[in-house]
């Protein structure tokens, strides 16, 4: 994958441009229906936590472990 960043006069990154084949294959990605189902479930992790009805270990602990 070659991906450019662009910055600005300051050098701060502004933006990133990704080849559009790249893009597609990372909205595929995006697009399952695993990433909403693991979503949803990070997110109820998230409320649990907040309402001190669990603790989180550690953010691999929302995804439980998978990577995409």
């Keep these: ?3 450019q960043v662009v ?5 701060k990154k502004t933006a990133v441009i ?3 084949a790249d893009w597609e294959e990372i909205q ?3 697009n399952t229906e695993q ?7 990070s997110m109820q992790a998230i409320k649990e936590d907040i309402n001190g009805n669990t603790k989180l270990k550690n ?3 929302l995804t439980h472990g998978h990577r995409g």
């Design 59 to 61: 953010a691999r602990s």
């Design 35 to 41: 990433f909403f189902d693991e979503f949803n479930t």
């Design 7 to 11: 910055t600005n006069a300051k050098g």
């Design 1 to 3: 994958m070659s991906i």
């Design 28 to 30: 595929k990605r995006l």
């Design 18 to 20: 990704v080849p559009i």
